[in-house]
């Protein structure tokens, strides 16, 4: 595809559901990162991929979330037992730069969750 | 204290005016540093990439960076009821796999 895409872009989940969230980088990107955006807030890193080797984790604010990319293409971000802090938009970026993986990312436009 | 502050506003001007952004920052290791914009529901868009200090420009956007005083900005010249949107900074170091991004500033240009 053209750009990066993320399903679903709207999720409603009851407090302590699992929920899978799904990121289509742009094709021959290296590089993906995860961000939570809280409402009125600027993104924050969850975790970084280079092709499927997961070298950052730093970012994810428990034990209940988890992310994997095991083709070095698609990648899931799960969060099991749904809290209602977990309530924010959930963003996707990938990157062609393999040595300056920071920079020039593109975003997706986010999976909105909702936790009830 | 962040390690990236940025005013949130919001920020309204008039069409044709000339708006300013600001970031300041803590870490003096950060060396890429970067504007985005974002549009209510959307993805943040790359606008403007600068290393290292100096000045950028694209069209009506000028990026600044000021490392000696940990200071960014991002001017828009001739600003347009399109340039309303949150605009972030955002910056990393060498070897860091994440950016760091502000709050976000919120711009209305109303006709």
């Known amino acids: 595809g053209a750009g990066v895409s993320q399903s679903p872009r709207y999720k409603v989940a009851k407090r302590g559901q699992d929920v899978a969230l799904r990121c289509d980088p742009i094709?021959?990107?290296?590089?993906l990162f995860w961000y939570q955006q809280a409402l009125g807030q600027g993104p924050e890193f969850l975790t970084y991929?280079?092709?499927?080797?997961?070298?950052?984790k730093s970012g994810l604010p428990s034990d209940r979330f988890f992310a994997e990319r095991p083709e070095g293409s698609v990648s899931t971000l799960k969060i099991q037992r749904t809290q209602q802090e977990d309530s924010a938009v959930y963003l996707c970026?990938?990157?062609?730069?393999?040595?300056?993986?920071?920079?020039?990312?593109?975003f997706g436009q986010g999976t909105r969750l909702t936790v009830v | 204290q962040k390690e990236v502050e940025q005013d949130p506003g919001p920020l309204s001007v008039p069409e044709g005016a000339i708006v300013s952004l600001n970031c300041t920052y803590s870490?003096?290791?950060?060396?890429?540093f970067m504007w985005y914009r974002q549009y209510s529901r959307k993805g943040p868009e790359l606008l403007m990439y600068?290393?290292?200090?100096g000045n950028k420009e694209d069209g009506r956007f000028t990026a600044q960076v000021d490392k000696s005083s940990k200071y960014i900005s991002l001017f828009i010249r001739d600003s347009q009821p399109s340039d309303s949107a949150t605009y972030l900074c955002?910056?990393?170091?060498?070897?860091?796999?994440?950016?760091?991004f502000g709050k976000g500033t919120k711009l209305s240009v109303k006709p």
């Open positions: 870490n003096s290791a950060f060396q890429y």
């Open positions: 600068t290393y290292s200090s």
């Open positions: 094709s021959g990107h290296v590089s």
């Open positions: 991929f280079q092709n499927e080797a997961q070298l950052d």
């Open positions: 970026a990938s990157s062609l730069a393999f040595d300056r993986p920071n920079t020039e990312a593109f």
């Open positions: 955002a910056m990393t170091r060498q070897g860091q796999g994440n950016l760091i």
